[in-house]
């Protein structure tokens, strides 16, 4: 790799033409060496015991092709598959339905208050989507839900349901409720770092702001608009809570709640579990190879040697609309459900209703500290999320960096690889990490290793997904710049490509870790009595019926992640590469903010 | 964090104290306490300093409670309360053995099955606790063996809201009337070991025919059957089937409008069983633990939060008793098959 070689760096002509790059491939070998056993180590040998566990009798613990046959014949475990798929592709067309105009009201235009949406919408990413559930559940349940009540006030005691949220209907909009901060995240982090020159060149050529946006903006977006998609796809199929609160009283079987069944009857079967998985795994095997299809050789390159920094573009009268159809993502994710929420975390017994006798603080002091396992939960959701979200997000950007810049042939096998986790359900992945962390070589059980090995390799393919849909928009000439002046690979990467990267990293590594914080699946077989985190306490509180402690906790949680969030803002500011050369396009007064 | 444990501590102390007195046990408890220092059981117990706990049976706060008693009881001994649903901590079980971990000592859950599939393959340990001479009767020895011991003791009834049902369904008969169509909530056999535990004994008593009526009153159904008492609460349904006894108390107790029926044709009767595991590291602190169950300590935990106690000298919360009510527990080797045909039915007819 010494020389700049213009059309594909993976083909390496000339290695040994100079003398100074003979340590080059050594640092190479040695950081792909280290990525692939990592990749081995977290997500092949945790994959492989699922894969092993799928081919074997529950019963017998024998070599067998049974379960595979039983999906194959049984209609009972055919039609959960069909629903899920619907649930799937109606939450990933909601979510980025939603997610990416959002995402361009808020990166690319004067629309009011972007930063609070923003925000909001951040906190709709927090909610794990069965508290959000259990919210529309009290506010749309079809007798008692409060909206419901209204409507019988406005239509009369008689009328019928307004909304029933016990639904197919229900439920995919709760699932794309709560997966729009996936696509909103990824696709405002690339807008945010988009150059604007062909918006300009389209401008200058009589385009109007829509036009823009349709042809330009939006289709230079389209590797985060699909990733996107997928990942949103993916939720759909794999979501436990929302199907479980809101479709079994409707008798609707989905994939995640008939593993659950699996592992609830005796005897568990969860060798059945396991290949019940693989048809998901094949959907998603697909999408993903449309996806390549899709993109194909396409450049998506916007920031190269000559950049300009953004501008935002000027909605005129349509800015106060625009900020009120924005408002109600936030309204219907986070203000309606909280708000039912936080009534029911402040009585004393929520079955009494509304009165001052029943309102109190007990909740929350006995979340606190009248409970003693909830401080150390805390403690380890906090110290858990916060290495595994380093480690994901480390490990799934070199792997991003190697397969789009093919640093070397067969990357994109690491790349594969890197998208397993998320597709296989976390109570199957569950089993996975404790077969492969419960023996040599990595026998970790016990330690909160294992939960920071298993919670950076199942949200491994958002880091991965995150940092490929960044670097695809990064142009390859700056790198080559400082190869040519000498820089090492490992160099140019890292005081070039990860500073380019900058705030999309930071976004990057809040997409990864604030879903860990409130992931409860992967958790649930791999947690020791030392080694708690905060979302089995709160499902052994829904569990136990305790119902204000739910929602007490809930927002407890939610504050601590806002604040998280809150504290990490001026990192994002400092780190953000876009955001410098904005302000000082600011201040040289080339841009009027 | 240290000062609120020491307070909570203090707390369950002075609960379990005067909860002693006000039943005339001070003496004895106190005995029991002085006699703990020269029990070779607990000296043996302390040498090992540990104890790990696996329980589905009981919610988190009452094992907490027990826990803490036990930590009060017998200082010295760490414990370790992994508490998961039944059949989460049973799952990871069998997962640690075929791996060859051995960190459990002491699992309790909600499933009898369980412990005959662990006798089964050799992964229990007989004991004897001395204290079980003060279980009712009828749940005495429960495996001759001594491999395994009732745990606790849970209830399935029928539960309401008072202010909306002014004369509630007095049995699972009367579920069937009219009156009660669309009116219904319960949990589902496929997620729930008590709602399952329901099933088979509805099956044996009234056949499928029930299920078929039951399936046409268009109940509510959810998973667990904590479900049936949020359904209540919120006003979304107003009478719960294959309910939990004691959480409705419990949520009773708190305040909130809603209570129980003892249904005359019998309320369910389930059995948490207990056992000590073969390679427990620590047995010495798990028999310990397993003895502990049956003291007075425990059964007035188990009182305080509407639990069924497991000593006859010790009656539950507002004066109930097993003598005064009238119950079924569903036995026989094959429950297995039995609840798995039970699942399926109720697919078939209510789903």
């Keep these: 790799m010494g020389v700049i070689s213009t059309e594909s760096p993976g083909r390496t002509p000339g290695v040994a033409a100079r003398p100074a790059t003979a340590r080059v491939p050594l640092v190479k070998a040695v950081a792909v060496g280290i990525v692939a056993l990592l990749l081995l180590l977290l997500v092949v040998q945790p994959f492989g015991w699922v894969l092993y566990n799928s081919f074997h009798d529950d019963v017998s613990g024998a070599w067998t092709l049974g379960n595979y046959a039983r999906i194959v014949q049984s209609a009972d475990l055919f039609e959960p598959l069909v629903n899920s798929l619907i649930l799937a592709v109606a939450t990933a067309v909601i979510a980025v339905g939603v997610g990416v105009p959002l995402a361009w009201l808020v990166s690319r235009t004067d629309m009011p208050f972007r930063r609070t949406i923003r925000v909001l919408t951040l906190t709709a990413f927090v909610t794990p989507s069965f508290i959000g559930a259990t919210g529309w559940i009290l506010l749309a349940a079809p007798n008692s839900g409060w909206l419901n009540a209204l409507w019988r006030i406005i239509a009369g005691a008689e009328a019928g349901p307004l909304l029933n949220i016990y639904s197919m209907a229900g439920a995919i909009f709760i699932c794309g409720l709560y997966t729009v901060p996936y696509s909103f995240t990824m696709v405002s982090s690339a807008l945010d770092e988009m150059a604007v020159e062909l918006e300009d060149a389209a401008t200058t050529l009589g385009s109007g702001t829509l036009r823009t946006m349709l042809s330009i903006t939006i289709p230079l977006a389209t590797p985060a608009v699909i990733a996107s998609f997928i990942l949103s796809f993916i939720q759909g199929l794999t979501l436990f809570g929302v199907p479980a609160f809101l479709l079994t009283p409707t008798g609707i079987p989905v994939v995640t709640t008939k593993l659950a069944e699996f592992y609830q009857q005796f005897p568990p079967e969860i060798f059945l579990a396991a290949a019940y998985c693989m048809p998901l795994l094949l959907v998603t095997a697909m999408l993903f190879r449309m996806r390549r299809r899709i993109l194909g050789r396409k450049q998506y390159v916007t920031i190269s040697g000559k950049t300009r920094a953004g501008r935002l573009i000027r909605l005129g009268g349509a800015r106060w609309p625009a900020f009120f159809a924005a408002l109600l993502m936030p309204l219907f994710s986070v203000f309606l459900p909280y708000a039912a929420l936080l009534l029911v975390s402040l009585t004393r017994a929520w079955g009494q209703g509304l009165t001052w006798e029943n309102l109190s603080l007990h909740w929350y002091w006995w979340a606190l500290f009248g409970n003693s396992e909830t401080s150390t939960a805390i403690v380890n959701s906090l110290v858990y999320s916060t290495l595994g979200a380093t480690l994901c997000v480390a490990l799934g950007t070199v792997v991003a960096y190697f397969v789009e810049r093919r640093v070397v042939p067969g990357a994109g096998i690491l790349g594969a690889v890197a998208t397993v986790p998320i597709i296989v359900p976390g109570i199957v992945l569950s089993v996975g990490f404790f077969a492969a962390y419960t023996r040599a070589p990595l026998n970790l059980y016990g330690t909160p290793m294992l939960l920071i090995a298993a919670f950076a390799a199942t949200f491994l393919p958002i880091a991965y997904a995150h940092g490929g849909a960044i670097l695809k928009g990064i142009g390859p000439e700056l790198e080559r710049a400082a190869r040519s002046l000498g820089a090492g690979e490992g160099k140019a990467f890292l005081s070039i490509t990860v500073p380019l990267m900058g705030g999309g990293l930071v976004s990057g590594w809040f997409l990864v870790f604030i879903p860990i914080i409130r992931e409860l699946s992967v958790a649930v077989f791999l947690i020791t009595p030392k080694t708690n985190v905060m979302t089995t306490l709160i499902y052994n509180a829904k569990d136990g019926g305790n119902y204000e402690a739910v929602c007490a906790m809930s927002v407890l949680l939610l504050l601590l992640t806002l604040l998280l969030v809150a504290a990490a803002r001026p990192l994002t500011r400092l780190l953000s590469a876009r955001r410098t050369s904005r302000k000082a396009a600011d201040t040289a007064g080339v841009f009027p903010a | ?351």
């Excluded at chain 2, 300093?49 to 696996?54: E, H, R």
């Excluded at chain 2, 063996?145 to 399935?156: N, R």
């Excluded at chain 2, 479900?227 to 909130?256: C, H």
């Excluded at chain 2, 003598?323 to 045909?341: C, Y």
């Design chain 2, 1 to 351: 964090m240290m000062e609120f444990s020491r307070r909570r501590l203090l707390q369950t102390g002075g609960l379990v104290g005067t909860a002693l007195l006000s039943s005339g046990l001070a003496g004895t408890a106190f005995s029991r306490i002085a006699a703990a220092a020269d029990d070779p059981l607990y000296a043996a117990a302390k040498k090992e300093g540990a104890l790990t706990l696996y329980w589905g049976s009981y919610e988190q706060q009452t094992m907490e409670a027990i826990r803490d008693a036990f930590k009060a009881t017998y200082p010295g001994i760490e414990v370790n309360l992994l508490r998961q649903a039944s059949q989460t901590v049973y799952t990871r079980l069998r997962m640690e053995l075929q791996g060859g971990v051995n960190e459990c000592d002491s699992l309790g859950t909600t499933n009898l099955l369980h412990y005959t599939e662990l006798k089964k393959v050799g992964a229990l340990a007989p004991f004897e606790p001395a204290d079980a001479v003060n279980l009712p009767d009828a749940f005495r020895g429960l495996d001759p063996d001594k491999m395994y011991h009732v745990g606790a003791i849970s209830l399935t009834s029928i539960n309401y809201a008072p202010g909306k049902v002014p004369t509630p369904p007095a049995s699972w008969q009367a579920l069937l009337e009219d009156q009660w169509h669309g009116k219904i909530t319960t949990g589902s056999p496929a997620f729930s070991g008590d709602v399952a535990n329901w099933v088979v004994a509805i099956r044996r008593k009234y056949g499928d025919d029930f299920l078929r009526a039951f399936g046409k009153q268009k109940p509510k159904v959810g998973q667990s059957n904590v479900d049936t008492v949020t359904d209540i609460l919120a006003g979304e349904r107003v009478v719960g089937s294959g309910a939990p006894f004691s959480y409705t108390l419990t949520q009773k107790a708190a305040g909130n409008p809603i209570d129980v029926v003892a249904p005359s044709d019998d309320a369910i009767l389930n059995l948490g069983v207990t056992g000590i595991l073969a390679k427990a590291p620590h047995p010495n602190a798990a028999r310990l633990f397993t003895n502990f169950l049956y003291s007075k300590e425990v059964s007035l935990i188990l009182q305080k939060n509407y639990w069924p106690t497991l000593r006859k000298d010790v009656a539950w919360a507002e004066g109930r008793s097993l003598d005064k009510l009238k119950w079924t527990r569903n036995t026989g080797d094959d429950l297995g098959p039995e609840v798995a045909e039970g699942i399926a039915k109720w697919k078939e007819y209510v789903r």
